[in-house]
């Protein structure tokens, strides 16, 4: 896969996220909070970075966030730099605090930006510990939880100078208290219902939007085929498949037992076969059951087999094989329906 671009311009809306290296705590303790804020309302007023959400959780971090200025990088390299400078005094430690580079994600705010605020805000009631405690308990969670802009937005609290709430609030309503009073419901009701996640969206790892908005950050950029072209394949947003179903397809198209799927042949037609199998699985399963379930389920101790399978898949030159997946997924999306992505 593509490694994630690197897009940067002033104006720009932007998911992101880092992680603990190792997945370890970056928060000790309240005092490691209060620094990160602070440091973050610095580097947010050097670089003119408008903070419009955020969740501090104790091994990562979410922000929501517009620069006003092509300087994204510039602007977490401090943030990021500083805090891990004074983190490592603090406790006498030397190396890495973060898990590699920050994840950035170009978003269009006006089709997902309050989904992306209510994804960062609900974080504090996802971790597991919190997911089994009653709806009363969730909510007061979310209100109470000191390290997230949530309760700034609500008017629990007053904002910090870097957190920009008001074009947030403005499209729940035409008062500020109608706003919050819409807000509270549209968050809780991601406590009430298992909500899609926006970020299946998003195409090359790094741009979430509507097609028009995705074509026009292509063109703009002059990104390369190479970063978008393989979600591109997959823009059909297939519904999940049950193995069993995919399976029997293959097998009446290529008129083979089932028995021969699951097993590795020294046959070069029955290999690509099993391949042809993997591929199909790997991209309609996948929803119902994890790779690792299919790899599993097809006879492996993993789901690495698929992957390297699908690798393999894609090298058949056969036209005759190739036109007999084409006929197969055309089958299964006819049966089975295909859901298209909004746009």
Not at 35 to 42: P, T, Y
Not at 126 to 143: H, P, Y
Not at 168 to 185: A, C, D, P, S, V
Not at 205 to 216: A, E, P
Request: proline share 3%.
């Amino acid at each position: 896969m593509a490694r994630p671009l690197r897009i940067e311009a002033a104006g720009m809306w932007y998911h992101i996220m880092n992680r603990g290296n190792l997945r370890k705590e970056i928060f000790m303790c309240d005092e490691d909070y209060i620094n990160f804020l602070e440091i973050l309302n610095e580097a947010a007023d050097n670089y003119k970075v408008e903070l419009h959400s955020y969740v501090l959780m104790p091994n990562h971090f979410h922000f929501f966030l517009k620069t006003t200025e092509a300087n994204l990088s510039r602007f977490m390299h401090w943030l990021l730099t500083t805090y891990t400078n004074r983190y490592n005094h603090k406790y006498k430690r030397i190396g890495h605090l973060f898990q590699g580079r920050y994840k950035s994600i170009v978003i269009d705010s006006d089709r997902y930006g309050i989904e992306i605020t209510r994804y960062i805000h609900l974080n504090p009631v996802r971790v597991k510990k919190n997911q089994k405690l009653t709806l009363k308990e969730r909510k007061r969670i979310l209100k109470n939880y000191r390290w997230s802009s949530y309760s700034c937005m609500i008017g629990i609290k007053p904002p910090p100078p870097f957190l920009y709430i008001h074009e947030t609030l403005e499209r729940f309503g035409n008062n500020y208290n109608e706003q919050i009073k819409n807000y509270i419901i549209y968050i809780e009701e991601g406590l009430q219902r298992e909500l899609d996640n926006p970020f299946n969206e998003v195409i090359a790892q790094s741009v979430l939007g509507s097609k028009d908005f995705v074509r026009n950050i292509i063109k703009t950029f002059n990104i390369p085929t190479k970063y978008y072209i393989e979600r591109k394949i997959n823009s059909e947003k297939i519904k999940p498949i049950s193995i069993e179903k995919v399976i029997k397809t293959v097998c009446l198209e290529f008129n083979i037992k089932s028995d021969l799927i699951f097993k590795n042949g020294r046959g070069m037609r029955h290999a690509d076969i099993r391949r042809i199998a993997f591929y199909l699985a790997a991209k309609y399963c996948v929803g119902n059951i994890t790779l690792k379930e299919i790899g599993i389920a097809m006879g492996c101790k993993s789901g690495s087999c698929i992957t390297a399978a699908v690798k393999k898949f894609k090298k058949i030159k056969d036209k005759n094989l190739l036109n007999k997946v084409k006929k197969i997924e055309d089958y299964l999306k006819e049966k089975h329906g295909v859901r298209h992505p909004v746009s």
